[in-house]
């Protein structure tokens, strides 16, 4: 058979390895393991288009390769099944979120099968199944028990259309994430996890991983740490009432001149004037309305309104003026700031709109101190600065602290500020802890009981899964309570304690729930005695390469950062990172565009597999470009990469029958080849490892003429193209006379001896005068080619007795010695 018909031999090999069981892990194989991961995906209704197929091809080609290094590898495939999509989805076409999720999964299934990836299906997990969110729920009551979980009363955003609550990560530019409708906020009790515990350590081992430089720093950007101090400023008559802020500015708390509280902040009505009261009421309740992200606009018209109450300065004792204004948000820091307009852009604005006084406390170093001085106390020169200084310097208006340089001023104050019991050193986070629950149907419910007599319990381990019951009607109820609170059978329980009557909790977690710890259950995806088996773990864990799209670089990566740490915080498992190494694949585009179905640009796989082939097709999702990066499809493309498979085939089979002995040409060419590939999988340029292979089989398309190729020749091309084109390798190595898997085979290995460049005959000049010639390796180095260049039989005579003061190499060409 000299012709490549790739649709025969797809077919074949692909019922053999069905057969063969080719894809099952072997636990007792003794090899080393490797556990490559793809993100799994939602089984949303649309199907897989070539863009999807680039990250699944990438990994596929990662996990083949470690196999054929000689790992037992670990590359599974699974169903993030709940959450929004899958139930929007339903609600439109009516149809229950379990049928149409089920019918989506067999759809998703049959279109990744065509990729040929070699997953485990013995391995699939799917979060919506009770043998999986069994152990979620889990989880959760261990959270619980640690104290990581719990109820708090709290402003939520709102999306009025999908009629749920939504964590903030879902508000984009304060419009709900899936629908585009603007966010209001919502009082209510909602499960938390207490991710801001972890705080510190999701942001220190970022150090230890090796994932794009990129990633981690959205993390570190998502986490935003913040030192600083916390200083609390007495409410001038109002006995008892302190205000605290945070700053990350304590040098400059001599310039502070007013404070600002946020509009909702619980001491507001105490402190507020019966003068002011209407005004401060008033804008509280517009406050209420604007989303955060509205609010924290920089240069927006500053607005805010006076209390009437005054603040005492903890080190002056001056009376300084309390404000609300809905530029200070509640929940980060303190909900209070102490303003420092002459530093602070937000406070300067603020400052000028309403007429407060601006004292600099800082001036840039060189800068002269009488004329900071000018600027007085009370904001007498205040037109002296036109916009706010927030570089460093040394402190003036500061007194006894004046003169000192502002970082060490940031540490003397706060000790000042300690000693007098007003203040002391922190430590601030932008992120928030996790709102870990939805008022929707279709996601694991959280298994709480409320007993009157007991109070908040945990369901106990032996009554789980608290199964998602079948509803009529799991359309939100947009009353805010979850489609489950009006299943009266689902509510009402009996106290696992007292065994009084009780009632179930009737939220569902998050979107993220069931990914953030699937990466563990596929290492002992059937247990039903715990989550995972610890030996289980201990062998496949962590993750060595997880690859999926960078829009997972904050959430997804930082959730399951943190149930890990959870994890091994419980002591079930013995490391506290995840994921070793992180690639994050570039888009595929189509006329400059994201392909989407959305966007109506998708090109489907099935008439180019029809063409072409699916290893055609796998190969030209590598060659396509650096796979980091956003590609350009082109269809074209791809028929120059299906023309190249062709030729690769035939220039094998013409071979394969009769090898010919192994010439030291082809010797070169192979542990060339091997070496460069060898250098391109390393470093994850799979596009150019696709061009490696397209020289190569070009330069023995010339060798070939000079008397045929050599078996272990024949045999490289089969083994190393197989990760690629995995068919292609089967039929080829079979052809070779094999009758085991290429796949048991290991990757050749190439010969440092063969790498040597070609030789060049160079001049050898001395004093610029040609005295001989010689012959080097290319890419010898200069040393080598001067110390040779003495030796040489001919150069004595101009040598000898001299000493040679430079040397001139131009490589390829010539060596001049310059001698005295
Ligand atoms: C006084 C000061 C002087 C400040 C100065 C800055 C510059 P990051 O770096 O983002 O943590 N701040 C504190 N809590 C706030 C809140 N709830 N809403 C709005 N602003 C708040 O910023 C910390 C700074 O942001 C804090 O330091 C505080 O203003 C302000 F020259 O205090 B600063
Ligand atoms: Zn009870």
């Known amino acids: 058979q000299l012709e490549y018909r790739p649709q025969d031999i797809e077919r074949k090999w692909r019922k053999r390895w069905q057969e063969t069981g080719a894809h099952r892990v072997r636990e007792d194989s003794g090899k080393p393991k490797y556990y490559c991961l793809d993100m799994f995906p939602y089984p949303s209704g649309s199907g897989l288009h070539v863009g999807h197929w680039r990250g699944y091809t990438i990994s596929d080609v990662w996990a083949r390769y470690k196999k054929l290094q000689g790992y037992e590898v670990l590359h599974p495939m699974g169903w993030d099944a709940f959450g929004l999509p899958a139930e929007n989805d339903a609600i439109k076409k009516g149809i229950h979120p379990a049928v149409s999720t089920a019918r989506n999964i067999a759809n998703f299934k049959r279109q990744l099968e065509e990729i040929a990836a070699m997953y485990d299906w013995d391995r699939e997990i799917n979060t919506s199944d009770p043998s999986y969110y069994k152990w979620t729920q889990w989880l959760f009551t261990k959270m619980f028990e640690m104290g990581l979980a719990y109820r708090k009363k709290m402003p939520i955003n709102w999306c009025p259309s999908c009629k749920t609550g939504l964590a903030n990560e879902e508000v984009i530019d304060g419009e709900c994430e899936r629908c585009g409708t603007p966010v209001t906020k919502r009082e209510m009790e909602q499960w938390m996890l207490k991710i801001t515990a972890y705080a510190d350590r999701l942001l220190r081992d970022l150090d230890k991983l090796d994932w794009p430089d990129k990633v981690k720093r959205m993390q570190a950007a998502w986490i935003g740490r913040s030192e600083g101090a916390k200083i609390r400023f007495a409410v001038a008559g109002v006995a008892g009432a302190e205000i605290e802020v945070f700053t990350t500015r304590p040098d400059t708390l001599y310039g502070a001149t007013y404070m600002v509280l946020a509009p909702e902040h619980p001491l507001v009505a105490r402190i507020t004037t019966d003068a002011q009261r209407p005004a401060v009421e008033a804008y509280v309740a517009e406050t209420l309305r604007k989303s955060a992200v509205a609010r924290q606009i920089v240069d927006k018209t500053k607005t805010g309104v006076f209390t009437g109450a005054y603040a005492v300065h903890p080190l002056t004792g001056a009376r300084i003026p309390i404000w609300i204004a809905d530029y200070v948000l509640m929940d980060y820091g303190t909900g209070a700031i102490m303003a420092v307009p002459a530093h602070d852009e937000r406070d300067f604005d603020f400052a000028k709109a309403f007429d407060l006084p601006i004292v600099q406390v800082i001036v840039p170093a060189g800068e002269d101190g009488a004329q900071a001085g000018e600027t007085g106390v009370g904001g007498g020169a205040a037109a002296a600065l ?39 050193a922190a430590v601030t986070y932008r992120m928030r802890d996790w709102v870990f629950a939805r008022q929707r149907y279709w996601g694991e419910p959280i298994p709480i009981i409320y007993c009157d ?180 499809w082109n269809t074209n493309g791809l028929e120059g990469v299906s023309r190249f498979l062709h030729r690769f085939y035939r220039l094998v089979a013409a071979h394969a029958k009769s090898p010919a002995p192994a010439r030291p040409a082809l010797q070169k060419l192979r542990h060339r080849f091997l070496h460069t590939l060898h250098e391109r999988m390393e470093s994850f340029r799979l596009n150019t490892a696709v061009s490696a292979f397209m020289e190569y089989i070009n330069a023995l398309y010339d060798e070939a003429e000079q008397g045929g190729l050599d078996r272990d020749t024949l045999e490289t091309l089969a083994v190393t193209v197989a990760p690629f084109a995995p068919h292609l390798g089967e039929e080829l190595w079979e052809m070779l006379g094999h009758e085991t898997s290429v796949f048991e085979a290991r990757w050749p290995a190439y010969d440092e001896r063969w790498l040597a460049d070609e030789e060049v005959e160079i001049a050898i000049q001395v004093n610029g005068r040609l005295r001989a010639r010689m012959v080097v390796p290319a890419d010898a180095p200069e040393a080598d080619v001067v110390a040779r260049a003495k030796a040489h039989p001919d150069m004595g005579v101009w040598l000898d007795g001299k000493d040679v003061v430079k040397a001139i190499y131009v490589p390829g060409r010539l060596l001049n010695l310059v001698v005295r």
Not at 398 to 414: L, Q, V, Y
Request: charged residues 25%; aromatic residues 10%; proline residues 8%.
């Open 386 to 424: 036109t916009a706010a200084y927030t570089g460093p310097g040394r402190l003036v208006n500061s007194g006894p602290f004046d003169g000192m340089d502002n970082e060490a001023a940031k540490k003397a104050i706060i000790e000042e500020l300690a000693r007098r019991g007003c203040g002391e």
């Open 453 to 632: 007599r007991c109070g908040t319990l945990p369901v106990p381990e032996d009554q789980l899964p608290v199964r998602l019951p079948d509803v009529e009607r799991y359309e939100p109820t947009g009353t805010g309570a979850s489609p489950l609170a009006a299943i009266e059978s689902f509510v009402r329980t009996t106290c696992p304690r007292c065994g009084g009557p009780a009632r179930r909790e009737t939220d569902t977690m998050p979107q993220w729930a069931g990914s953030s710890w699937y990466f563990l259950r596929y290492a002992d995806p059937h247990n039903d005695k715990e989550p995972f088996g610890r030996e289980a773990v201990r062998k496949w864990l962590p993750v060595d390469m997880y690859i999926g799209g960078v829009e997972h670089a904050v959430l997804h990566l930082l959730y399951a950062r943190f149930f890990t740490k959870v994890i091994y915080d419980l002591g079930l498992i013995d490391f506290d990172e995840p994921f070793q190494h992180l690639f994050n694949q570039g888009m595929i585009t189509l006329n400059g565009a994201k392909m989407s179905k959305s966007k109506g640009n998708v090109v489907s796989p099935d008439d180019l597999i029809a063409r072409f082939g699916v290893d055609a097709l796998r190969m030209y999702e590598l060659f396509v470009g650096p796979p980091e990066e956003d590609a350009e």
